[in-house]
């Protein structure tokens, strides 16, 4: 009699997919790790963490213009004990409508200037380095067991991110970013929905630091776009199910509006996206140029990124929706080369397979012991690089008018004061009065940055600059233009010269 055999089922594509990445993985019963293996690859940890803060410490920026209109605020905050609603910093803009929105950082930075000086910037930016070296770790560790490719990818990100280690509230974004992504990728492969409630946590307070949650936001959108369309497409591949991903985003959104501004933020927002004449304008707004080693090493995290994704021979929603993304706002303005250096580490991380004999095998609480030795270590070099407040004066006056500050202080100039964006947001700290235009540039909007650029290049009209006629104190760059042809005008007289700076005063 003849007897039927059935073959079992072919597993489905995806699971097929679960299998294979399964069989790459180690063992958990695999062989047992040797003691110097544990210990060279702690060694190496620990090394990979304090790398990227050494790197930052080295460098010391402290010229960055925009922290001191930062400190500023956070002063005025201070004194009156509110968070200032119209600008009491600009001279023209004298009582506009104006919202500290970086406020929680603003707080933190000036506590940090008052009670360590200029070191006490120098440790935040470097800190906060740290911080994000070791979550872009933990988001690598929980997507790949090779202990080779977890330690390049975590490096090369931050490598990617060194133009961005400066005092500024952007930090915050980067490490929110970097633990909502995480979040996202781990919840997706395993369709466990507790870590989402860490969402609205993170966002609460990423809305009072800075107004890039916005960015968030719209990542976990696209999340919750691909829970929905798995339902239907077979593309869409998540562990997640749609209503926790909704119920997630909605509050995150709730939890954003626990800021002074309440819904105004989104207003906010929308302000300086809008804002489109200052992108050729601002060097920071401005697209990558390619002329850092760090900035090819993001080219190399993008393509790496796309190819590993094309590789895997099936369209993948979410990492390709998220590559799409990071490519537009990072290669769109390289103050957010962040988004693209933390996307591609992720997408990576999960697409590359991994070699057994180079599995994880750190012992128990390795990574706190190489977070705290990397810590030491940048407290080390403190001491090592010499960095204290005399040091980091020097460098402040080489790249900030810290002399023609001393000089107009000592003499009793007085405004109205005429100066250039770049200098305005350091001129609201060291002179203590309304300046003509500062960094903040979507509070004064592109036709005064206009108008601003034009005086200071000595364009045909600039001597109808009203605020130039109307100013008894010029503060400007010494190679400008504008300082050129005041030289020659008989409205003003020049009282201070540097290598850096000119200050003019008006004739009377």
């Not at 104006?98 to 930075?109: I, K, N, R, T, V």
């Not at 300086?272 to 004449?277: H, K, V």
Request: hydrophobic share 55%; net charge positive.
């Amino acid at each position: 009699m003849a007897t039927l055999i059935v073959a079992p089922a072919a597993p489905p594509a995806d699971e097929l997919d679960a299998l294979l990445r399964l069989e790459a993985q180690p063992s958990a019963s695999g062989r047992p790790a040797k003691p110097a293996e544990r210990i060279a690859q702690a060694t190496v940890l620990a090394v990979l963490f304090a790398a990227p803060a050494l790197m930052c410490l080295h460098a010391a920026c402290v010229n960055d213009p925009d922290i001191w209109w930062h400190l500023r605020t956070g002063e005025w905050m201070l004194q009156h004990h509110a968070i200032p609603h119209v600008d009491p910093f600009s001279g023209p803009n004298a009582g506009k409508p104006w919202a500290a929105y970086s406020w929680l950082f603003e707080m933190l930075s000036i506590q940090l200037f008052q009670r360590f000086g200029l070191v006490g910037l120098v440790g935040y930016s470097a800190g906060m380095v740290l911080a994000i070296t070791v979550a872009l770790w933990h988001l690598v560790k929980r997507l790949q067991s090779d202990f080779s490719i977890i330690s390049l990818l975590t490096f090369a990100s931050c490598f990617a991110l060194g133009r961005l280690y400066t005092p500024r509230p952007w930090m915050f974004t980067i490490l929110c970013f970097v633990l909502e992504i995480d979040i996202l990728m781990h919840a997706r492969k395993t369709g466990r929905a507790r870590e989402l409630a860490w969402l609205p946590l993170i966002f609460a307070l990423w809305s009072n630091l800075h107004i890039q949650f916005v960015d968030g936001l719209l990542v976990l959108g696209l999340a919750l776009v691909e829970a929905v369309a798995a339902r239907w497409w077979f593309a869409a591949k998540t562990k997640l199910r749609a209503p926790w991903l909704a119920a997630a985003l909605a509050a995150s959104v709730l939890a954003t509006l626990a800021n002074p501004f309440g819904w105004h933020i989104y207003r906010i927002a929308y302000d300086l996206a809008s804002q489109r004449g200052v992108m050729d304008k601002i060097g920071e707004l401005q697209s990558i140029q390619f002329r850092d080693p760090a900035d090819f090493c993001l080219l190399s995290l993008a393509l790496a990124t796309a190819g590993a994704l094309a590789w895997s021979r099936r369209l993948r929603l979410f990492e390709t929706g998220l590559l799409v993304f990071a490519a537009v706002l990072s290669f769109r303005s390289q103050r957010d080369v962040w988004v693209m250096a933390t996307v591609a580490a992720a997408i990576l991380a999960s697409t590359l397979p991994g070699r057994e004999k180079a599995a994880i095998r750190l012992p128990k609480f390795a990574t706190q012991f190489a977070a705290l030795a990397a810590t030491l270590a940048l407290l080390a070099g403190f001491c090592a690089m010499h960095i204290d407040n005399g040091q980091l004066q020097t460098q402040l006056a080489e790249g900030l008018p810290v002399h023609a500050v001393e000089t107009i202080r000592a003499k009793g100039y007085a405004g109205p004061l005429y100066n250039d964006f770049n200098w305005g947001g350091y001129l609201i700290w060291a002179l203590r009065m309304p300046v003509s235009i500062d960094g903040r540039a979507a509070f004064y909007g592109d036709k005064s940055i206009d108008r601003s650029v034009a005086t200071w290049n000595a364009e045909p009209d600039w001597a109808s600059d009203p605020q130039l006629t109307s100013a008894s104190l010029v503060v400007g760059p010494v190679k400008a233009p504008l300082t050129q042809v005041l030289r020659m005008d008989t409205h003003f007289q020049l009282v201070f010269e540097d290598k850096l700076a000119a200050v003019f005063v008006a004739r009377k």
